[in-house]
């Protein structure tokens, strides 16, 4: 059973950077990752995509902010965060995708709050 162990998160003031990191227990090199967000009583929602050749995608609210990059050799993929906004809150999540369906079991998460 694939895990994911996400980290690097925390608290940091409006306009402050994180970078966050998740290890998975299988090989990633072959496969879409994806980060996602889930704030409290929200559902969790797409942040940002990386296929196995490099290309990516970004939901419209973190484009130009937010990049998310892989190690093939570390199965780790991660996002950097940058310019954070208070609504970039919630605890952040990554899992394989099969086209755009996530497939693995969710780890417990990062948490990452935006604050004064």
């Known amino acids: 059973q694939e895990q994911f162990v996400e980290s690097g998160g925390g608290l940091v003031q409006p306009g402050g950077s994180l970078k966050l990191s998740c290890a998975a227990s299988?090989?990633?090199?072959?496969?879409?990752m994806g980060w996602y967000r889930r704030a409290t009583g929200k559902q969790r929602v797409f942040v940002a995509t990386?296929?196995?050749?490099?290309?990516?995608n970004y939901a419209d609210s973190v484009k130009g902010r937010f990049t998310i990059s892989r190690d093939n050799d570390a199965n780790t993929v991660y996002l950097v965060m940058n310019s954070l906004k208070p609504e970039d809150t919630g605890v952040y999540y990554c899992?394989?995708?099969?086209?755009?369906?996530?497939?693995?079991?969710w780890g417990q998460g990062t948490q990452v709050t935006v604050s004064e």
């Open positions: 899992n394989r995708l099969y086209g755009t369906v996530t497939v693995g079991d």
């Open positions: 299988t090989s990633i090199s072959s496969a879409t």
């Open positions: 990386i296929r196995s050749e490099g290309s990516s």
